[in-house]
């Protein structure tokens, strides 16, 4: 489009110019015959009038002729009857002669009538013309040759756009759910490189909160497996039978101990689901915050009516005020129902335990206490995968991770009561951490039985052991 704009102001422009040069070559004539027809006003004379076409100029071809004074010149190339017309009419004129054109002015002698010819050849009527038709030319070749450049790059860059879109497209389908494309191109390229993005960032908030939600069922899935487990402990033991057992008998002890498996194996596999849910989320989204009162209120709703069951005195401190902690909701309530939740499994029913949430010193701690037998292996204890009970040994290494994330720790001690004390450290996101007391988070001058430095561990934010 372009190129044909540029080609309709060349081409009137050209046209312009050789009329230009056509209208400077009649004038140059005219300017000639004007010196022959002065000189003839004052003498007719063949000397002066001789000077006078010599003045004119060094061509012989181009130099004006006089007709009218006598016998006929040399030179002359107009036609009799183009000459008798200006003659008649006594007004200038220019006529069509072999080889180009020619300025006839008439010039009154008295009586007679001069004729003055100035002849004009076609290469003085086109002069400098043709060069600039070359200059011309070459702009409409180099106006054509941006154009196309011009086009290639644009067509490049929405086949380079439309390439992209397809490449993220295919990756997306592939699984890949982090692909993104930068926009360019074509407006409507464009457009449709920020719809990709919109899409994309949609899958990924669907396919997390369709993986939280999984995770949350397995959460609430924990407290009636708790329950299972410990109904089916309170059913009559299959390996206490002293005597012969009738066939019934049997059957019905095989039978407990099949829903006793059966109960575990499900409580190691919602233990595993949680843990690639939580893993999957992790890193999929940022780290969030919430707070820490209302995830252990809201979590000991469950809790406490297990616990009531069970006739355990339980007891929430410190919940009461709010206490912003830099991790997910979901990743905190996982990490305290695996804790409680190892409460109720390794515990005989009765056993008194407590939560207690406590802010200080640019530190967050959440402490679970129980009155029952403790941990004799801290170390082994949150080792992942590793249990003296029979258990997956997952519950505490979920603790551990979510810790980790908030830059913290867990560790295992006597508790005042009697039984253990898992005290989970999370970085305060008001305050700068640095290193503190920790019988002072958790209120452990007081306690009663005080163990030796060496039976203490802790483990730090890099998940090594310190003392």
């Known amino acids: 489009m372009c190129t044909l704009v540029a080609l309709a102001f060349l081409v009137p422009l050209g046209t312009n110019l050789r009329e230009q040069a056509r209208d400077g070559a009649l004038a140059d004539a005219a300017r000639r015959s004007a010196l022959v027809t002065g000189a003839l006003s004052v003498s007719t004379e063949a000397a002066v009038v001789e000077r006078a076409v010599t003045a004119t100029g060094d061509d012989p071809a181009t130099r004006p002729v006089v007709h009218g004074l006598g016998d006929e010149p040399p030179g002359g190339r107009a036609d009799g009857a183009d000459l008798d017309a200006v003659a008649a009419d006594r007004r200038p004129a220019v ?136 109904d089916a402990e309170a059913l009559e033991s299959d390996d206490t039978s002293v005597g012969p057992l009738s066939q019934a008998e049997l059957d019905r002890l095989r039978g407990i101990r099949r829903i006793r498996q059966a109960i575990v194996t499900l409580e190691g596999e919602v233990d595993e689901l949680i843990t690639a849910t939580r893993k999957a989320v992790t890193q999929e989204t940022a780290p969030g915050s919430c707070d820490a009162s209302e995830v252990v209120r809201d979590r000991m709703v469950f809790w406490a009516a297990l616990a009531g069951d069970q006739n355990r005195p339980h007891r929430v401190s410190g919940a009461h005020l709010r206490i912003p902690v830099p991790v997910a909701r979901a990743e905190l309530a996982a990490a305290l129902d695996a804790v409680i939740g190892n409460v109720f499994r390794y515990t005989p029913q009765g056993t008194a335990f407590e939560v207690v949430v406590s802010r200080r010193d640019g530190y967050v701690a959440i402490r679970i206490d129980d009155a029952g037998p403790g941990i004799p292996d801290p170390d082994r204890a949150l080792r992942r995968g590793t249990s003296d009970q029979g258990s997956t040994g997952l519950g505490l290494d979920i603790a551990r991770r979510v810790a980790l994330q908030a830059n913290g720790s867990v560790s295992i001690d006597r508790a005042r009561m009697g039984g253990a004390s898992v005290v989970m450290l999370l970085a305060d996101p008001d305050a700068a951490p640095r290193p503190v007391n920790r019988f002072g988070l958790v209120g452990r001058m007081a306690r009663e039985v005080r163990e030796p430095r060496s039976a203490r561990r802790r483990w730090g934010s890099r998940g090594t052991e310190v003392d």
């Open 95 to 230: 006529v069509t002669v072999p080889g180009g054109v020619a300025r006839l002015d008439p010039v009154s002698l008295g009586e007679t009538v001069a004729v003055v010819e100035v002849f004009v050849p076609d290469s003085a009527l086109t002069e400098g013309v043709e060069r600039i038709w070359w200059l011309l030319a070459a702009v409409c070749a180099a106006l054509v040759g941006a154009t196309v450049i011009l086009v290639d790059r644009v067509a490049a860059r929405a086949v380079d756009s439309a390439r992209g879109l397809v490449r993220a497209a295919l990756a997306v389908g592939g699984g890949d759910l982090d692909v993104r494309v930068e926009p360019g191109g074509p407006r409507e390229l464009a457009e449709a490189g920020h719809a990709f993005n919109r899409m994309a960032d949609r899958l990924v908030v669907s396919r997390t909160d369709e993986r939280e939600m999984v995770a949350d069922l397995s959460h609430r899935l924990r407290t009636p497996l708790t329950v299972l487990r410990l």
